[in-house]
C-alpha cells in the first residue's frame, strides 16, 4: 500500500511568487493534516482536514495560506504571494477516522520550500 | 515555554554505546509518538504509545503518563542511527500534534 506522498520535494521561488504544494494521503483516510518546519524552530501545526472539511486551521499563519482538498482526497496548501519566512519544510500526514481512538498520523516525506 | 521539551538537543556517541533521549510535556495527551527524521528525508514514526514500554529492535520507548514524562532508548548505538529524533504528543481531544524540537544525533564509529 503507498504511503502519503507529496509534490515537489523541493521548490525554489522568489519572493512575490506563488507556490503551490500538494499532498496525496494514504488512499482511505479521511483525516489528512499539514504541518510546517521552519529553521530553527520546532514543527507546528498548520490545519487538520477531515474529508473536504476544513476540522481545524487555527495553525495556518496568515490568509496567504490557502489549503483545498475537494472530494476528500489529496490536499494543496497554495501560499500566494511568498515571502521570505515562508520557507521551510511543509509535511502531510493522514489517518483514518475511527470514533473513539486516536488514529496514528502517517507522515509524508516533505516538501522543502525556499523563497528567496 | 514549549509545551513538549526535549532534551538534550544535540547529542554524540561512539559506535556502541546506549542512548537516551528524554521528553516532557505539559498539556493533556491521549498519545505520545517518536519520530526519527535522517538528513534531507522525511519523517518515519518510530512509536506511538499511551502508557508503558514498547520495544522494537534495538529501540525502547517508555511513557509515564503521571510524569507527563517519555524516553527513547537505542541500544548498541550505530552510525546508521543518526538522525533527528522528534518528540510529539497528540493533544487530547483535538488530535493535534504538539512537537517538541528535536534531538540531533550523532554516533560515531
Known amino acids: 500500500e503507498a504511503g502519503v506522498t507529496q509534490f515537489p520535494s523541493h521548490s525554489v521561488i522568489e519572493k512575490g511568487q506563488t507556490v503551490t504544494l500538494r499532498c496525496d494521503p494514504i488512499?482511505?483516510?479521511?483525516?489528512l493534516y499539514w504541518y510546517r518546519r521552519v529553521m530553527g524552530k520546532e514543527i507546528k501545526f498548520l490545519l487538520h482536514f477531515v474529508k473536504e472539511s476544513k476540522q481545524d486551521e487555527s495553525g495556518m499563519p496568515n490568509n496567504r495560506f490557502l489549503a483545498e482538498r475537494t472530494g476528500g482526497t489529496y490536499s494543496t496548501l497554495k501560499v500566494q504571494p511568498a515571502e521570505l519566512e515562508d520557507s521551510g519544510v511543509y509535511f502531510c500526514?493522514?489517518?483514518?477516522?475511527?470514533?473513539?481512538?486516536?488514529?496514528?498520523?502517517?507522515f509524508g516525506p516533505g516538501t522543502r520550500l525556499t523563497v528567496l | 515555554k514549549n509545551e513538549v521539551e526535549q532534551s538534550p538537543q544535540n547529542l554524540t556517541a561512539q559506535e556502541g554505546e546506549f542512548i537516551t533521549i528524554n521528553c516532557s510535556y505539559s498539556v493533556g495527551i491521549s498519545a505520545l509518538h517518536w519520530l526519527q527524521q535522517h538528513p534531507g528525508g522525511g519523517i518515519v514514526s518510530l512509536f506511538m504509545l499511551s502508557s508503558g514500554k514498547k520495544k522494537h529492535g534495538r529501540l525502547i520507548a517508555t511513557i509515564n503518563i503521571q510524569e507527563k514524562h517519555s524516553s527513547l532508548h537505542i541500544t548498541a548505538s550505530h552510525p546508521r542511527d543518526s538522525a533527528v529524533y522528534i518528540c510529539?504528543?497528540?493533544?487530547?481531544?483535538?488530535?493535534?500534534?504538539?512537537f517538541g524540537t528535536g534531538t540531533r544525533l550523532q554516533v560515531f564509529p
Open positions: 510529539a504528543v497528540v493533544s487530547y481531544n483535538t488530535d493535534k500534534l504538539i
Open positions: 500526514a493522514s489517518s483514518q477516522r475511527l470514533a473513539g481512538v486516536y488514529n496514528e498520523q502517517f
Open positions: 488512499s482511505g483516510h479521511d483525516n
